[in-house]
Structures are given as structure tokens and as C-alpha cells.
């Protein structure tokens, strides 16, 4: 079974468009994260939520918006699009409330803006 | 703020032989510390991690990490690499359920 998984893995759209992507973890775990990976696959993060509550939202865009319904889901909303949005987008998640803070990864989403 | 520097943007090295990858950290406290692999096209997976007690840590892979609190450094060992090592490796920091910080990683090149 897969412990985070993320849809779309490849998303490819025009600017000025709003798209979402959508993350889901099935590990039990409190906290869920975005991170984005830039072409020089430089890694930043972006939010943290832990259990539906946000606590981290580093200096992002405001035209990027997390959603999260429940605390298995973490979604990312994404308003106008920009060329420079352009990178890959990573969900993470972790058993916050436990002694460290060990992140499990989804594989990508892989967004290209033309 | 912390940060965590990668000094090897690109590292290659032969079959067989060792690595080493360098990490370095800025931090008051000793914080956390990861090491995690991205294999082209994946998402990270976790190598082995650091909080306390013995310095040197095992990890999956055959990889091990040294902490060097004098060094502020946790880099990253394997005695003999194999082809499919070949990936990006990010050295990673946490401040205590705070925020979690990357590296800018380091290519690895494994040549037959």
C-alpha cells in the first residue's frame, strides 16, 4: 500500500489557469507538509499542517492555497498560475507527537506552466 | 535562522569505490539530522537519521552517518558504492518539531 500518495504525477497547463493537487496519507500521521523542489532541486517548504491546523506557511504567494479536509489530507491550491510555478511538488507527512519528526515523502507532482 | 550547507554540488565516483558526502549545519542546539536519497524521478526516502547517543549511525543501504558536534557536521558514508546509488542525496535538519530544513543535495555520479 502506498503510505503518501499525490494525483496528478504530471500536470501540465497554460498560465493565468487554477489547478490542484491533491495529496492523501494513510500512515495515521498528524502533520502533512508541501514542499516544493525548484529545477536546481532545491528543496523549500512551503506549509505544515498538523492535524487540519496550519503551523508553518513559509513566504509563499498568497495565490497558493492548502486545504486540508481531514488530517489524511493535505490538498494544494494553486490560483493564476505562473511560469515560475513551474517545479515539482512534493507531500510529505510525519508522526508529529512523537520524539523526532521522521518525514515520509510522495512521489512528486511534476507541474510545468507554459 | 538554521541552515544547511551541501559543499559537493556533484560528486562521481567508480563502482567499488567510497564515498564520503558532506553536510554541514548552523544551529544552536544539536538539532535532528537526516539524510534522505531521490532517485531520478522519485520522491525522498529516508537513508537514516540522527538524535542522540552514539555519533555514528547505521542507515538502509549499507550508508552511514558520522555527528561531529565540533564540526557541526553529519556526513554521509558508504564503503563501496554500487551502481544504483547513483542519486541526489539531501542532508536535512530539525529543530524540535519546529521546521524542517533540506540541503541544496548533491548529484551523485556512479561511473561502471
Known amino acids: 500500500d502506498t503510505a503518501v500518495s499525490q494525483t496528478p504525477k504530471y500536470l501540465v497547463t497554460q498560465m493565468g489557469n487554477d489547478k490542484s493537487i491533491k495529496c492523501e496519507q494513510n500512515l495515521g500521521h498528524d502533520t502533512m507538509y508541501w514542499y516544493k523542489q525548484d529545477s536546481k532541486k532545491f528543496l523549500k517548504i512551503m506549509f505544515s499542517y498538523n492535524n487540519k491546523e496550519l503551523i508553518i506557511n513559509e513566504t509563499v504567494p498568497n495565490r497558493f492555497s492548502p486545504k486540508s479536509p481531514d488530517k489524511a489530507h493535505l490538498n494544494l491550491h494553486i490560483n493564476s498560475l505562473e511560469l515560475g510555478d513551474s517545479a515539482v511538488y512534493f507531500c510529505?507527512?510525519?508522526?508529529?507527537?512523537?520524539?523526532?519528526?521522521?518525514?515520509?515523502f510522495g512521489p512528486g507532482t511534476r507541474l510545468t506552466v507554459l | 535562522a538554521q541552515s544547511v550547507t551541501q559543499p559537493d554540488i556533484h560528486i562521481t565516483v567508480s563502482e567499488g569505490a567510497s564515498l564520503e558526502l558532506r553536510c554541514n549545519y548552523s544551529?544552536?542546539?544539536?538539532?535532528?539530522l537526516f539524510w534522505y536519497v531521490q532517485s531520478p524521478g522519485q520522491g525522498l526516502q529516508l537513508l537514516l537519521k540522527?538524535?542522540?547517543?552514539?555519533?555514528l549511525v547505521q542507515g538502509i543501504k549499507g550508508f552511514e552517518a558520522e555527528f561531529k558536534r565540533s564540526q557541526s557536521s553529519f556526513n554521509l558514508r558508504k564503503p563501496s558504492v554500487h551502481w544504483s546509488d547513483a542519486a541526489e542525496y539531501f542532508c536535512?535538519?530539525?529543530?524540535?518539531?519546529?521546521?524542517?530544513?533540506f540541503g541544496p543535495g548533491t548529484r551523485l555520479s556512479v561511473l561502471p
Open positions: 544551529y544552536g542546539a544539536t538539532p535532528y
Open positions: 536535512a535538519v530539525e529543530d524540535y518539531g519546529q521546521n524542517f530544513v
Open positions: 540522527y538524535f542522540s547517543g552514539d555519533t
Open positions: 510529505a507527512s510525519s508522526p508529529r507527537g512523537t520524539s523526532y519528526n521522521e518525514q515520509f
